[in-house]
């Protein structure tokens, strides 16, 4: 008894968190898993060293939805801070001939019952990584936005600013 509880305790906070997620308006329809960080919008040169800032954040890029367009995009990813685990949301449009990706919102909470207050930083340093209009490359089914990182030059070599977060398409979450 006291097993069935706990697992009906976890089941409604798990549904909890993510009840707290943002979404685009479009129905979501392409789901793409990361795959690593980027140099530039390769696939085949992911970075031997992860960007400090994300490693010291501890920031883990999980996943991000679409919809049929490839107009609206939702990134998620994972933080801790001050011993709470946080979770950040981010919805913005995707300009497919400019290649550039505009944050429209963003959400962070926490997701191990931690004052969402913990995850305030974390949040602050993702949207700053997404404050200005993002460059992306998408090429069949892969995606690498590019975000600007301290480090980038040592990461990628000599003259780089930025680093790519990359996704590979993984499933079509909506079937006609």
Same mark, same amino acid.
């Given at each position: 008894?006291?097993?069935?509880?706990?697992?009906?305790?976890?089941?409604?906070?798990?549904?909890?968190?993510?009840?707290?997620?943002?979404?685009?308006?479009?129905?979501?329809?392409?789901?793409?898993?990361?795959?690593?960080?980027?140099?530039?919008?390769?696939?085949?040169?992911?970075?031997?060293?992860?960007?400090?800032?994300?490693?010291?954040?501890?920031?883990?890029?999980?996943?991000?939805?679409?919809?049929?367009?490839?107009?609206?995009?939702?990134?998620?990813?994972? =933080? !801790?801070?001050? +011993? %709470?685990?946080?979770?950040?949301?981010? @919805?913005? /449009? *995707?300009?497919? &001939?400019?290649?550039?990706?505009?944050?429209?919102?963003?959400?962070?909470?926490?997701?191990?019952?931690?004052?969402?207050?913990?995850?305030?930083?974390?949040?602050?340093?993702?949207?700053?990584?997404?404050?200005?209009?993002?460059?992306? =490359? !998408?090429?069949? +089914? %892969?995606?690498?936005?590019?975000?600007? @990182?301290? /480090? *980038?030059?040592? &990461?990628?070599?000599?003259?780089?600013?930025?680093?790519?977060?990359?996704?590979?398409?993984?499933?079509?979450?909506?079937?006609?």
């Amino acid at each position: 008894m006291k097993k069935v509880i706990l697992g009906l305790s976890l089941a409604t906070l798990a549904s909890a968190s993510f009840a707290q997620d943002i979404n685009f308006g479009a129905q979501e329809r392409w789901l793409a898993q990361f795959g690593s960080y980027t140099c530039g919008g390769a696939a085949n040169a992911p970075v031997l060293k992860e960007p400090t800032e994300l490693r010291n954040r501890a920031v883990v890029f999980t996943y991000m939805t679409t919809d049929y367009t490839l107009d609206n995009g939702k990134f998620v990813a994972s =933080f !801790y801070e001050k +011993g %709470t685990e946080c979770r950040y949301n981010l @919805v913005g /449009d *995707a300009d497919n &001939v400019d290649m550039i990706f505009t944050k429209t919102n963003s959400h962070a909470y926490s997701i191990n019952g931690g004052a969402v207050e913990n995850c305030a930083e974390g949040k602050a340093y993702l949207d700053s990584l997404f404050a200005a209009p993002n460059k992306y =490359f !998408y090429k069949h +089914g %892969t995606m690498s936005m590019q975000v600007a @990182v301290a /480090d *980038a030059a040592e &990461v990628c070599g000599e003259g780089a600013t930025h680093v790519g977060i990359f996704f590979k398409k993984a499933a079509k979450t909506k079937i006609d």
